[in-house]
């Protein structure tokens, strides 16, 4: 038995929210390869939806695994479509991914998170709810609802210390006030109706598979293509990177042992400013592609983001007393990897407009 399904255990009918997605594909995947679960994924299918790692996930295992992948094409905003996915789902845990995520968007445009990220969180809550309590005694004891969000709620740090379970909210964009609003309403969930939830807050992901408008895909890309590669402001902006398979592994656990009503902050002790991250790629780059060095030439400083936040880092050591939780992949490593990944597939990936 894998070390996932012991700690599913009665818990088969996984729910995920944002299936299709970059974290939330890397769960499914994860689920599909390691576990026997029957997967529910509601995805709108929007513009940074992809089911490719998972329908290769599929084929590589072959057998029944795709039945047990169901794609429920459903956006949150829709609270009787949202009813109907719970009832068809039937879960014994739900895992809530779905939001939407780049800064920048939601700068340009902030309705679509208040729309997604706050009333979407509130119509899954609510059915979540009503299905939570039609359980007999033994589900109600397995149910779990697990709500997944960032860092950037905590607003900005100076430059010494680290976000923890309790650092206050200060969000500052669009985007993290919306997820500071969701996790307020899980919170509310829990103490007023008894909804047995638990909360995570990530630090910045990378990996493969990420859609490319987050600045570690753009730059390999830019890299590649020979292209100006943008630096926000002064470049010293900094950031702590966490690999998306170690996100994975804390996921599965928080949500299976995690304390009922605890939230567990998650993030892998990889501080590195932008211009750090961006050198560190052009210099990988210099090594697999020779014939374009240096890529740092092609490195521009552009104007900076509204609000920019100067630095953010986290401090897992909750997560890793109570259920030994730490990040496998050092940034080096990940990065690497992530590196090789995109320069491969260069040629049918690009830069999100």
Not at 25 to 46: C, E, H, P, Q
Not at 309 to 329: F, Q, S, V
Request: aromatic fraction near 8%; include cysteine; proline fraction near 4%.
């Amino acid at each position: 038995m894998t070390k996932e399904n012991e700690l599913l255990g009665n818990r088969q009918r996984i729910l995920i929210t944002g299936g299709a997605g970059f974290i939330g594909s890397a769960v499914v995947r994860r689920l599909l390869s390691s576990t026997n679960a029957i997967i529910f994924n509601i995805d709108k299918m929007g513009y940074a939806s992809d089911l490719k790692s998972i329908n290769k996930t599929i084929n590589q295992l072959g057998g029944e695994t795709g039945n047990r992948h169901r794609l429920l094409k459903v956006d949150l905003a829709n609270k009787d479509d949202v009813k109907k996915a719970l009832e068809e789902s039937d879960p014994d845990l739900i895992m809530h991914l779905a939001a939407e995520s780049h800064v920048d968007r939601s700068i340009a445009g902030p309705e679509v998170f208040i729309q997604s990220n706050i009333n979407g969180t509130y119509n899954l809550l609510e059915a979540a709810r009503n299905h939570y309590e039609t359980l007999n005694n033994q589900r109600k004891n397995d149910f779990r609802f697990h709500h997944i969000s960032t860092d950037e709620v905590f607003g900005s740090l100076g430059p010494e210390g680290s976000f923890s379970e309790t650092t206050p909210y200060d969000p500052r964009s669009p985007y993290s006030a919306s997820k500071a609003a969701s996790d307020h309403l899980v919170r509310a969930w829990h103490h007023t109706y008894g909804m047995p939830v638990v909360l995570t807050n990530c630090s910045n992901n990378y990996g493969p598979w990420q859609y490319p408008e987050k600045l570690i895909p753009v730059v390999i890309l830019k890299a590649a293509n020979a292209e100006n590669i943008p630096l926000y402001g002064d470049g010293m902006n900094i950031r702590d990177w966490l690999y998306v398979e170690d996100h994975v592994d804390a996921l599965l656990l928080a949500a299976n042992v995690g304390k009922i009503g605890d939230s567990y902050c998650i993030g892998g002790y990889g501080e590195k400013t932008n211009k750090q991250v961006v050198n560190k790629i052009c210099e990988i780059m210099d090594e697999i592609n020779p014939g374009k060095e240096p890529h740092a030439r092609l490195i521009k400083s552009v104007k900076d983001r509204p609000g920019h936040d100067r630095r953010y880092a986290i401090n897992p050591e909750k997560i890793h007393k109570e259920l030994g939780w730490k990040a496998k992949h050092n940034f080096e490593e990940g990065i690497r990897e992530t590196v090789k990944w995109y320069y491969s597939r260069r040629e049918h990936l690009k830069v999100a407009k």
